[in-house]
């Protein structure tokens, strides 16, 4: 049955998938961020299950087809090693998987947030935005609005 199972969910399928399977949330997160779908879809522990599945998945069918995990280490060697990583299938694929589950926890955090202080879903759209794109510029940039509604600026939470 494993056999059956890899022979159909191989890695470039898993990436046409997971780049697929992200945009219904971040579409909900940025159009529906106050509807009851995004509460029970998008901000629940059901896109990280998801994600996480497909994390071990990839993780054990590298392991068995013989990957070495321990050159994954090398990545705090240099920009060099960490170039060399990148070249990896292996490496990628799971970094990708990595990349899109934090992205898409980000911007959960960023709507359940931007509840607590009532930010105007137009005002969360952008920040949403860079989120999906790049990650960390999208949570600054929503950090900087939560500042003139929370009127308060806050290190920590």
Same mark, same amino acid.
């Not at 090693?81 to 299938?89: G, R, W």
């Given at each position: &049955?494993? /056999?059956? =199972?890899?022979?159909?969910?191989?890695?470039?399928?898993?990436?046409?998938?997971?780049?697929?399977?992200?945009?219904?949330?971040?579409?909900?997160? &940025?159009?529906?961020?106050?509807?009851?779908?995004? +509460?029970?879809?998008?901000?629940?522990?059901?896109?990280?299950?998801?994600?996480?599945?497909?994390?071990?998945?990839?993780?054990?069918?590298?392991?068995?087809?013989?990957?070495?995990?321990?050159?994954?280490?090398?990545?705090?060697?240099?920009? /060099?090693?960490?170039?060399?990583?990148?070249?990896?299938?292996?490496?990628?694929?799971?970094?990708?998987?990595?990349?899109?589950? =934090?992205?898409?926890?980000? +911007?959960?955090?960023?709507?359940?947030?931007?509840?607590?202080?009532?930010?105007?879903?137009?005002?969360?759209?952008?920040?949403?935005?860079?989120?999906?794109?790049?990650?960390?510029?999208?949570?600054?940039?929503?950090?900087?609005?939560?500042?003139?509604?929370?009127?308060?600026?806050?290190?920590?939470?």
């Amino acid at each position: &049955m494993t /056999e059956q =199972i890899s022979t159909f969910f191989t890695v470039d399928m898993i990436f046409l998938w997971l780049n697929i399977g992200v945009i219904p949330f971040w579409f909900i997160l &940025m159009f529906f961020p106050n509807s009851k779908v995004c +509460g029970v879809f998008v901000s629940s522990i059901f896109p990280t299950f998801i994600l996480s599945v497909i994390y071990l998945y990839l993780v054990y069918y590298f392991f068995i087809i013989g990957y070495d995990f321990t050159q994954n280490f090398s990545l705090y060697l240099g920009l /060099e090693s960490l170039s060399q990583l990148f070249s990896e299938t292996a490496f990628l694929i799971i970094f990708w998987s990595h990349f899109l589950a =934090i992205n898409l926890f980000c +911007g959960s955090w960023i709507v359940s947030d931007s509840r607590k202080f009532s930010i105007s879903k137009i005002l969360i759209f952008f920040p949403l935005l860079m989120t999906y794109f790049t990650g960390p510029l999208g949570v600054f940039i929503y950090w900087l609005i939560r500042i003139f509604y929370a009127k308060r600026i806050s290190l920590y939470d």
